[in-house]
């Protein structure tokens, strides 16, 4: 660390103080622990050798900060430069990647599927701080908005424009939507427990998250669907067949439980601004998700340590 490096932590002191949103956070989370997990995403730690590589904690953070702040890859580069509270989170590291060094990283992830094990080893640091939660989940799934691209375009692999290659339309409550969808199962103390992301025609009821032996809450969309744990989901009307009272009285309750499902995609969609995609394939938008879903889940968990 040089002279000018080793003022940053007293100019952080200052900004700090008129309050940052990442403060707190690395704090949280042994990021050590990611390290094994991505020890074997790159290729040229051999006899050849080749490049160094950047830290892959140091990447991950920098994702972290880009679905936090709804940066794209040029704009993530250039505030890691700039930004002081941004090298603080990142540990005022000597050399930062440019945006293709980014890309490549996250392309890596949607590959090899890695990002999935960083969001589960940050949930079950943050789970194993909360041991007494009462067991009960509740699942629901959301939009993720993708451009459609121009009329008679092609789609797939020959594709020329940024129209979604694997994004889809589906129609809900008479709204027409493009893109993705994200299912997600999320606990009592609202932190998400396992996400899938797929094209919008996929059904809800075709995605099943529960957790054997753990009931799971889930609205008429999942009416009639498989269920791998106790299954608490609302009943719903049949042709000519209208619903009793006792289903009716039912259904309340369990809506009122499976509500705060609803939470996780309020952020997402709010604070951090997650509702469009430019990302073109699944596995991608996948990546984006997962990190974003961290992004929440590291807030919420600075909310319920100050609460509690």
Known sequence: MNLLQSSFP???REVESLGDPL???TDRIDFERIRPILSDLYENNTEKGGRPNYDPILMVKI???QQWYNLSDPQVEREIRDRISFLNFLGYPEKLPDRNTIWYFKERLSETGKDRLVFNEIRDQIMARKISVRPGTMQDASFTESDRGEYGKPRGEDAKTRR??????ATKNHEKHFGYKTHSLVNEIKILERLSVT???VHDSQIDLSIPGIVVYRDKGYFGSGCRGIDATMDRAVRNHKLP???IRRNLRISRIRSLVEHPYAFFKRMFHFSHVMVTTVQR????TYFTAICYNLVRARYLDRIA
């Open 285 to 288: 938008v996948r990546v984006k």
């Open 245 to 247: 009272m006792k289903s």
């Open 63 to 65: 994702l972290l900060l």
């Open 199 to 201: 094209p919008a025609n």
């Open 164 to 169: 979604s290659k694997d994004g889809a339309s």
């Open 10 to 12: 007293e100019w952080y």
């Open 23 to 25: 403060s707190g956070i």
